[in-house]
T-cell receptor
Framework: DTGVSQNPRHKITKRGQNVTFRCDPI?????LYWYRQTLGQGPEFLTY????????KSRLLSDRFSAERPKGSFSTLEIQRTEQGDSAMYLC???????????????FGEGSRLTVL | AQRVTQPEKLLSVFKGAPVELKCNYS??????LFWYVQYSRQRLQLLLR??SRESIKGFTADLNKGETSFHLKKPFAQEEDSAMYYC????????????FGTGTRLQVFP
């Protein structure tokens, strides 16, 4: 296992186009997070899943954003009708919750960088 | 509102000098604090967590609830410590999500 994997690593698109990012978490991890990071800022929480259930969505996640984790394994983050303000690094992280206990360690992917022209 | 503040964007020191990266938080509940680090061309990774009260790579951090701070310290900086450091707050038990600060870039000169 090579850790959390994200694809594509880079995406350049024109304003108004749709983009989709994929995240493959560490295989035994049941919790998956999406974060967004812009220049000079720390990662900002977008949403997270426990298995296939999406448990929380940030107000940052507008109606143009949708995330899925259909089988509780990989996840996709789709952005429709992209805007220049969507340009950012999109980070995926995973962790494991066992018996309701979590160590607090998130394992991050290398991120998918989106540039909207 | 929950917030993490890292007042310094950049901290530059010489090798062997002490380092303190500041972190203050705002949270009305019982906080869980973490430091994450991102070395050049590597992914973001956990450095240490306050509940473990451990020293990792010579770094320590003590939670001060009175001052709502969780500063990261190292007595003698090494060049390999150069990286981006993020303080993070868990807003609920079992880390439903982390709120990150804006980060501090540590540069250690030889």
């Amino acid at each position: 296992d090579t850790g959390v994997s994200q694809n594509p690593r880079h995406k350049i698109t024109k304003r108004g186009q749709n983009v989709t990012f994929r995240c493959d978490p560490i295989s035994e991890h049941n919790r998956l997070y999406w974060y967004r990071q812009t220049l000079g800022q720390g990662p900002e929480f977008l949403t997270y899943f426990q298995n296939e259930a999406q448990l929380e969505k940030s107000r940052l996640l507008s109606d143009r954003f949708s995330a899925e984790r259909p089988k509780g394994s990989f996840s996709t983050l789709e952005i429709q009708r992209t805007e220049q303000g969507d340009s950012a690094m999109y980070l995926c992280a995973s962790t494991s919750i066992l018996d309701g206990v979590n160590t607090g360690e998130l394992f991050f992917g290398e991120g998918s960088r989106l540039t909207v022209l | 509102a929950q917030r993490v503040t890292q007042p310094e964007k950049l901290l530059s020191v010489f090798k062997g000098a002490p380092v303190e990266l500041k972190c203050n938080y705002s949270y009305s509940g019982s906080p869980e604090l973490f430091w994450y680090v991102q070395y050049s061309r590597q992914r973001l990774q956990l450095l240490l967590r306050h509940i473990s009260r451990e020293s990792i790579k010579g770094f320590t951090a003590d939670l001060n609830k009175g001052e709502t701070s969780f500063h990261l310290k190292k007595p003698f900086a090494q060049e390999e410590d150069s990286a981006m450091y993020y303080c993070a707050l868990s807003v609920r038990q079992n880390t439903d999500k982390l709120i990150f600060g804006t980060g501090t870039r540590l540069q250690v000169f030889p």
